[in-house]
């Protein structure tokens, strides 16, 4: 089935299906709240989206963005937002979109690549696919909240 997995940049024709993604993810969002965020991350070219096309349909989108490092020279590329539809997975399609994630990253000139992964029960799997994908477990983040949603 790989051989159909098809990598590419997003592009506005995807927000919907991004919106959903997002969902999965654990972060409820309409499609026209991925719009507005679509709209201000394309624009900002620190960040770059790709998605991963089965069937004609989006099922996997990885959400990047370039940041420089104080402690070295050189880039990283941080995954801030990777997800694959839970109706596609353990069907290559998460490899895939993470390979070709480090490519771009490569490509880019970013000397590492890493990401986040919540600590809930849910997202053991996930750890495990990051671990067999040759990502280390390196540190504990934190993080709080500077305004409330309502």
Partial sequence: MENHIKIRPASKKDIPQLAGLMEQLGYPTTTEEMESRYTNI????????????????VQGMAGLCKGLFYEYNGFYVRIVAFVVDSHYRRRGIGEKLLLETERWAIEQGAIAIGLNSGNRSVRLA??????QMGYEQKSTGFSKALFHNN
Avoid: N
């Fill in 42 to 57: 394309e624009e900002d070219s620190h960040y770059h989206t790709l998605v991963a096309e089965l069937d004609g349909k």
């Fill in 126 to 131: 996930a750890h495990r696919f990051y671990a």
